[in-house]
Each structure stands twice: as structure tokens, then as C-alpha cells.
């Protein structure tokens, strides 16, 4: 079965620090990459999103880097806030799938 | 333009009875998928409709079950509930199959089984 791993589960991070949340993924049929965000009694909302033909999108504080020799690809949120504390979810996409990594819970300590 | 809507928000019910989620995707959006998420868990899919179509299901047990109707709306049933199927059940939209497929979600719908 296809997987995408994310890691970590958890992360605390203080206040204008840089949080990294990595995933990596097995398929190379995917073509598209998209993070999403979670706040509590909330849905996943898209965040960001890269295409394998790029190595790096950046808007505002986040960017996505990403590595297509060794599938991976990495979610930095810079200057981290306290209202980013908040679930990510990584996920491949190709035409006919969506496959999600399991979520990271951030934390941003004040 | 209206986001991905699911009603109830929160819904109580108690161990054997049926419980009937509703979603309206976003207009022009054709598929709807329906996911479960436990308490601080991640997101476990269920269901995939396309055009009134069931094309996708998760490893759960039959008594989850579903619909999409003409106008792309989509219900998803619970039947004989457990205790266990407590969660907030998200409902998600996209645009028709073979485009990029990225999911629009709703704020989900809270089950509670007593």
C-alpha cells in the first residue's frame, strides 16, 4: 500500500523559531504536493502546495523545500507564532489519488 | 463563494441507533469524499463519490454507507453506532475527477455515540 510518512508526530517550537515538519513518499507517479493546516474543531484547510519540477515555493513565512531524488519534501514555517500552533498534514496527489501522512501536532510556545 | 458546508455541526445519538451526515460540496465540484477523525488522530477515508458514483472506499465496516445526489450533495449513514464511532467527521469537495484532485474541507460534523 502507498504511504506518505510524516514526521515528527508532535513538535514544540518556541516563539520566532523555525518549525520543520518532513514527509516522504514511495510513488513517483505522484505530481503534487500540498500542505494542509488544522486548527481544532476545524477542517483541514490547504495551506501550500509544490509541484516535483520545483525544488522551493515560498509564501510568506512558509516554505515548502522539496527533493525529488530522495521523495521528501519538508514544510518550514520561519518566525514561528503562537497562532500557527495548529495540525499539518503533508499529502501526494496524482490524477486519480490523494494519499495523507498521518499529521503533526505544532505547538509555538510563547 | 460558499465553502464545502456539512450539517449538522454536532449530533448526539446513542449506541445502535443511525446517524445521517450531510454535505454540500462547493459549487462546480463534483466529488466528495467523507473522512473520519478520531480525537487527535488523523484523517481516515471513508468514502469517495463522483458523479452520484461510489468510486472509492476505506477499510471500514458496511454500516458506514453513502450517497451523492443530482446536485452533488452527499449524505453518509451510520448505521447500528458504536461507541468507538465517535469522531468528527469531515466532508471534502473537489473539482472533477482527473484534475489535481486537492480537497476542500467543511468544518465536519461531531458525533458523539453515548
Known amino acids: 500500500q502507498q504511504q506518505v510518512k510524516q514526521s515528527p508526530q508532535s513538535l514544540i517550537v518556541q516563539k520566532g523559531g523555525i518549525s520543520i515538519i518532513n514527509c516522504a513518499y514511495e510513488?513517483?507517479?505522484?505530481?503534487?504536493f500540498p500542505w494542509y493546516q488544522q486548527f481544532p474543531g476545524k477542517g483541514p484547510a490547504l495551506l501550500i502546495a509544490?509541484?516535483?519540477d520545483v525544488s522551493e515555493k515560498k509564501e510568506g513565512r512558509f516554505t515548502i523545500s522539496f527533493n525529488k531524488s530522495a521523495k521528501q519534501f519538508s514544510l518550514h514555517i520561519m518566525d514561528s507564532q503562537p497562532g500557527d500552533s495548529a495540525t499539518y498534514f503533508c499529502?501526494?496527489?496524482?490524477?486519480?489519488?490523494?494519499?495523507w501522512g498521518a499529521g503533526t501536532k505544532l505547538i509555538i510556545k510563547p | 463563494e460558499a465553502g464545502v458546508t456539512q450539517s449538522p455541526t454536532h449530533l448526539i445519538k446513542t449506541r445502535g441507533q443511525q446517524a445521517t451526515l450531510r454535505c454540500s460540496p462547493i459549487?462546480?465540484?463534483?466529488?466528495v469524499y467523507w473522512y473520519q477523525q478520531a480525537l487527535g488522530l488523523g484523517l481516515q477515508f471513508l468514502l469517495w463519490?463522483?458523479?452520484?458514483?461510489?468510486?472509492n472506499r476505506g477499510n471500514f465496516p458496511p454500516r458506514f454507507s453513502g450517497r451523492q445526489f443530482p446536485n452533488y450533495s452527499s449524505e453518509l449513514n451510520v448505521n447500528a453506532l458504536e461507541l468507538e464511532d465517535s469522531a468528527l467527521y469531515l466532508c471534502?469537495?473537489?473539482?472533477?475527477?482527473?484534475?489535481?484532485?486537492?480537497?476542500?474541507f467543511g468544518a465536519g460534523t461531531r458525533l458523539s455515540v453515548l
Open positions: 471534502a469537495s473537489s473539482p472533477i475527477r482527473g484534475a489535481k484532485n486537492i480537497q476542500y
Open positions: 499529502a501526494a496527489i496524482n490524477q486519480y489519488q490523494l494519499i
Open positions: 459549487s462546480g465540484h463534483t466529488s
Open positions: 463519490y463522483d458523479e452520484g458514483e461510489e468510486r
Open positions: 509544490i509541484r516535483p
Open positions: 510513488n513517483t507517479a505522484f505530481d503534487y
